[in-house]
């Protein structure tokens, strides 16, 4: 089971940190990943990580959003900066990657959704 948490409400510029708590399986050996769904559209990877740590992130925030985890934790997160009107969705984490990319957003586990909503 996957845990997403740290969601909320912020103002167009702010930080925030989510937090995916793995239980009842380790994640250490797998991708673990955020997916975001805002109103009205489809699902988009924000990032992903793999189990030796490569990193990919969407366009849309690289350079602003930070993936990363504790295997000693099992848990991962998404450290968000400078938020923008448009990262205004439902964030998914979700782990074990079951096509050759995370892209594919085709993940064994999925946690609940956490909502972000950011304001002006």
């Known amino acids: 089971q996957l845990q997403a948490s740290g969601g909320g409400v912020v103002q167009a510029g702010d930080s925030l940190r989510l937090t995916c708590a793995a239980s009842?399986?380790?994640?250490?050996?797998?991708?673990v990943a955020w997916v975001r769904q805002a109103p009205g559209k489809g699902r988009e990877l924000v990032a992903a990580?793999?189990?030796?740590?490569?990193?990919d992130y969407s366009e849309s925030v690289k350079g602003r959003f930070t993936i990363s985890r504790d295997n000693t934790k099992n848990t991962a997160y998404l450290q968000m900066n400078n938020l923008k009107l448009e990262d205004t969705a439902v964030y998914y984490c979700a782990a074990q990657s079951l096509a050759g990319t995370p892209f594919a957003m085709q993940f064994g586990y999925w946690g609940q959704g956490t909502q972000v909503t950011v304001s002006s």
């Open positions: 990580q793999s189990w030796s740590g490569t990193v």
């Open positions: 009842r399986r380790t994640v250490r050996n797998y991708t």
